[in-house]
Structures are given as C-alpha cells and as structure tokens.
C-alpha cells in the first residue's frame, strides 16, 4: 500500500483552504493503516493535534443514533414503519405549512420517514415552540422534542427529502423504548462495549480542555477565523441531540465506523449490528425523483449517504456500490466500505466549509483506494 499521493494531498489542505487541523485515521479489517494528524487543537496554536484531542462532531452524531434505533428494531422493539405517536403522542396532530395555510398533515409520520430525512420537519432550532422550551434550561431531550412537534412541517411526511431534526426525533423514541435516557442508552449499548471513553453529550471541564478550537471558512477570503466555541445543538444542560450533539476523539468514533465496515462486528467481537440491518441501513429510501437533493452519486438510506452510481457528475467514486456513511457541519467525515472491510474517519474542527463535502471528502475517499489498490 502506498499513501504517498494522499499524503501529500493532505499536506495541500492548510496553504489551499487555510485549515487549522485535522485528522484522518483509515483501517481495514480492523487494523489502522493510515494516520495524519495535522496542526494545533487551540486557538494559540501551542498544543498539536493527538490521540486525545476531542471534536464536536455535530451530524456525524446521526451515524451513532441511527445504529443505537436499529438495534432496538432488530430486537423487535422498533417498527420502521410505526407511527412516530406510537411512541411520541404529541405527533398524532402534527400540522403542515400549505402555501402558507397551517393545516392538519393527512398523511401519518412513520419512523422509516425519521430515519430517511422524509418527516417534513426541517432544521429551525429559532422556531416559536422551540424557543419557548428553551427558557427551561434544564428541559429534558423528550421536552424539546415535544416542543418540535408543534412547528408546522414543510410537506407532508413521506412525500419528499429535507434534512431535518428528524434524528433528535429517533433519540427521543430510542429513550421510551429503553426507558433509559439516551446517553445512558448509548453507554450501555455502544460506548462501554466497544471502549468509547471519550465521547459524551455534556463535556466535563477537563474534556473542554481537550476539544479543539472551532473555526468558520470564509469562502470569499479562503480563510479560517475563530467562531463561537459551543455547538449549537446542545440546546439545554440537560438536551442530548441525536442529530448534532456529541463530542468525541477521532480514535473512540472510528470504533463504530470500524465495526460497520466488518458487517457489523467490532475486533473485540462485539456484534453492533446484524448484516442484514447494515443492509437495510444503507439501502436507497429516495425516489428517483428526489435524487437531485442529494449528493451526486448517492442516494440517502435510513440515516446515512449511500452510493447508487459510481458515475456521479463531479467525478468517478473508486469505492464500491454500497459504500455508505456521513459527516458533520464542523467538515468531520466518515466512510464505510463492507466489500473491503475498509472504514475512514476524519475529524475537522471548521464551520461553513462546502468545498469539504463535495471536493475534499471525495478526493481523499479516492486516494485512500489508489493508495490500497482499489482503482475500480
């Protein structure tokens, strides 16, 4: 294997998009075989990048709360295609926004409609019925997503894709099937299990010490300059976002990814999920209609990107029909690839940087398989 062409790839990164740091981990069944750390965790630029450093991983969460829903479907204790008020009565009157008429939605939301970003909900953390809830500060994750129910949908359930807070939805529904809140679901169910130490919802002060410093691009200067140093999703003390909320190192995330990639099992042999449910995971849940909401080449599954054509109008994808995974708003990215047992990590710590979804995630997913010999 040689790395040499991402290698220096990943050493373009600072001098052409102004990144402050980075890291990318690669492992294949189960063993790393590329690691580049680059650049400082602070503001003052005086402790580099490691192993411990933390990120607010922000969408890449969605990854995580997915897989904790599916394995309460595999249990049968979740039903795709249930109602969402079976389990959240507040959304049995959810309402539509019509031409700008609030009308009561004829169609029920299912939970298949969570996972596939097909709800109607959108992403307005400033809505009326939010922002009262939280005047609480302490309002609980079911509290909140209590108060999303009453903000009318954009269309009604099931009939098109909108990226939404559909996935603080799941981790609600996660919480009364369990009867666990939803970290404390998470920790006994992936987090202990696969060792994930470094991961939570609310971090400690000597975690704070340890989560890199955020930055926004500027894509009219191509630089990077310090943002507001708290993720926005953390809504109340209290609030664990399944779509947007977690903080963790790049080596505890990989655990997760690294399992999916071998059909579901981590090394120690613990089993995250069945073949069959990664299967169903990463299957295609969007018409072709809705394909041009997406990103070129994919399709969307329950919770993750999935890739339907290696032909996509940026560019030929090297990884295989099925490949499947997720990033975050801060440009952290993730990529699971079954056929090879091939799984990719990389953690970034920069608000508003679109250039990194669809140039730089793809290239450097590219040059991963020339480096393994993958070039078709």
């Known amino acids: ?34 690691r580049f750390q680059y650049g400082f ?5 005086t402790k580099p990048i490691d192993n411990d450093s933390m990120q607010w991983i922000y969408s890449m969460s969605k990854v995580i709360t997915c897989v904790s829903a599916l394995r309460l479907y595999e249990r049968g204790l979740l039903g795709l295609d249930d109602p969402v008020y079976k389990y959240l009565p507040e959304y049995k009157n959810i309402t539509v926004n019509k031409n700008g008429e609030i009308v009561k939605a004829e169609n029920t939301m299912l939970v298949r409609h969570l996972f596939a970003m097909r709800s109607g909900m959108n992403y307005d953390l400033a809505s009326p019925p939010l922002k009262k809830a939280r005047e609480n500060k302490n309002a609980t994750t079911r509290e909140l997503v209590a108060a999303m129910a009453e903000n009318p949908l954009s269309f ?44 939570g919802f609310h971090p400690t002060d000597e975690q704070k010490e340890r989560i890199c410093a955020l930055y926004r691009f500027d894509p009219y200067r191509f630089r ?30 990989m ?3 690294d399992a999916l990639a071998n059909n579901g099992t981590a090394k120690n042999g613990y089993v995250l999920l069945k073949p069959e449910t990664i299967e169903l995971y990463r299957t295609n849940q969007q018409p072709d209609k809705d394909l041009h909401l997406l990103r070129p080449g994919y399709g969307y599954g ?41 799984a990719i990590v990389m953690t970034v710590n920069v608000l508003g940087f679109g250039r990194g979804y669809y140039e730089m995630h793809p290239h450097i997913r590219n040059l991963v398989y020339e480096a393994i010999g993958v070039t078709e």
């Open 255 to 257: 655990q997760v990814i």
């Open 1 to 34: 294997m040689d790395f040499s062409r991402l290698e220096a790839y990943l050493k373009t990164l600072p001098f052409a998009f102004d990144l402050p740091g980075f890291d990318l981990a690669v492992r294949k069944d189960h063993e790393e075989i590329f």
């Open 302 to 342: 329950l919770g993750v990107r999935t890739l339907i054509s290696k032909n996509a109008e940026r560019g030929e994808s090297l990884s295989p029909i099925g490949e499947f995974g997720w990033d975050g708003a801060a440009n952290s990215y993730n990529m699971v690839d079954t056929k090879n047992k091939l």
């Open 224 to 253: 990077c300059s310090l943002a507001e140093q708290n993720c926005a999703y953390v809504l109340s003390d209290k609030y664990e976002s399944g779509g947007a909320g977690l903080f963790c190192t790049n080596d505890d995330y």
């Open 156 to 199: 009604e359930p099931g009939t098109s894709y909108q990226y939404s807070l559909s996935h603080d939805v799941i981790a609600a529904i996660v919480e009364v099937v369990s009867g666990k809140t939803f970290h404390e679901y998470l920790k006994e169910e992936i987090f202990e299990p696969l060792g994930m130490y470094n991961i």
């Open 41 to 45: 965790m602070d503001a003052e630029r």
